[in-house]
């Protein structure tokens, strides 16, 4: 029974190693970043279904409520990716186009320490069928009008940003984040 959970570990890590994550550039006023995937086995409805379960996938490590189960995310036009518990609510996202057939998400999303500067922070899901079957996930995000401050966040932001990115993917095959 070991073994089997061992090559079913390796197996998952070797869809895993499909994942890109980078630093596409940096300047004096902010930085965009952009992680993407092949998911061989799942299609863009899939795909675009655990998209919207943002709940069940994000990491409760970079919430404010230490639970990702108080995030929601209305897939509509001015919908909240918001968080909400028993002592607080966060704003995290405001989605700002959703274009199912063409796999397109778009949210001014400032997380974290990003909200509390005059940036804005655009974040983009696109989600492509591929010929050889199954689809490619590529997030984008990307921050401008801030600071040198806000540049120098991108190593930090990407690593909170590729960490959800992985999470995503392996939900979107398996249904566990985890």
Known sequence: MKLIGLIAGLALAGVASTASAEVVSTSATGFELRSS???ATTTQAEAWAALGRWGEWWSPSH?????????????A?????????????????????VWPDQGLLRMNAPFGPLQAQ????????????????GVEVIQTFTVGGG??????????????????FERLVRFAETGSAD
């Open 37 to 39: 995937a092949v998911l």
């Open 63 to 75: 919430t404010y409520s230490g639970s990702s189960s108080n995030l929601s995310l209305a897939v």
């Open 77 to 97: 036009a001015g919908g909240c990716l918001c968080e909400i518990w028993d002592w607080g609510q966060v704003e995290h996202a405001r989605v700002l186009l």
């Open 118 to 133: 005059p940036v804005t922070a655009i974040l983009t899901y696109t989600i492509r069928p591929r010929d050889a079957g």
């Open 147 to 164: 600071d040198a401050a806000t540049a120098a966040l991108a190593p930090l932001v990407d690593g909170v940003m590729s960490g959800g």
